[in-house]
């Protein structure tokens, strides 16, 4: 039974940086526990990261956030080097949800099925990047078990990250850590 842990969005700019909060300071420490028991049992680990242009100010997300975040290879894009593992898989998303999660594209640019056993969720933003990405796993994958660990996201305020869980909760993601 393969174990995949995704890492949505643990980015400078979310933790401490333009859109950074202290709930989300709190969780680093659980974070990289967590992503070093996945390692060191030689499970899976993904990392996704945030990702826009430029030209984010005029997009249909910075019209209705303008604050700018998570520039391609600006500093606030980076997973801090502490929390990130280079050799795994990073998945660079436009937008909140990623909508190719049963899809692997290997180095030829062939793409193949992709398969999970069994899913756990851990970063930022809960309301926003976490919950849209388990909703997609949920449609993508109805027989998996997948987990939110609460203890390792964070929400743009504390009463929309418990919000998140809830909605997560009703749509059978399986909460631990609260
Ligand atoms: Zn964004």
Request: proline share 3%.
């Amino acid at each position: 039974m393969k174990k995949t842990l995704i890492v949505v969005d643990m980015q400078k700019d979310f933790i401490d940086g333009a859109l950074g909060t202290g709930e989300a300071v709190a969780i680093v420490p659980n974070v990289k526990k967590k992503i070093s028991e996945y390692i060191e049992r030689g499970d899976q680990v993904i990392f996704t990261r945030d990702t826009h242009s430029e030209d984010y100010l005029n997009t249909h997300e910075g019209k209705n956030l303008p604050v700018v975040h998570c520039v391609k290879n600006s500093e606030g894009w980076q997973i801090p080097s502490d929390i990130d593992v280079p050799t795994c898989e990073h998945i660079d998303k436009g937008t909140f949800g990623w909508d190719m999660w049963d899809a692997e594209i290997d180095r030829d640019g062939h793409i193949s099925y992709r398969n999970f056993d069994e899913v756990e969720i851990v970063g930022l933003c809960t309301d926003i990047c976490v919950v849209s990405n388990a909703l997609i796993l949920r449609a993508y994958y109805p027989e998996i078990e997948i987990t939110v660990d609460a203890s390792c996201c964070a929400g743009v305020t504390p009463e929309t990250h418990k919000a998140a869980l809830d909605t997560m909760k009703c749509c059978q993601i399986k909460i631990i850590g609260e």
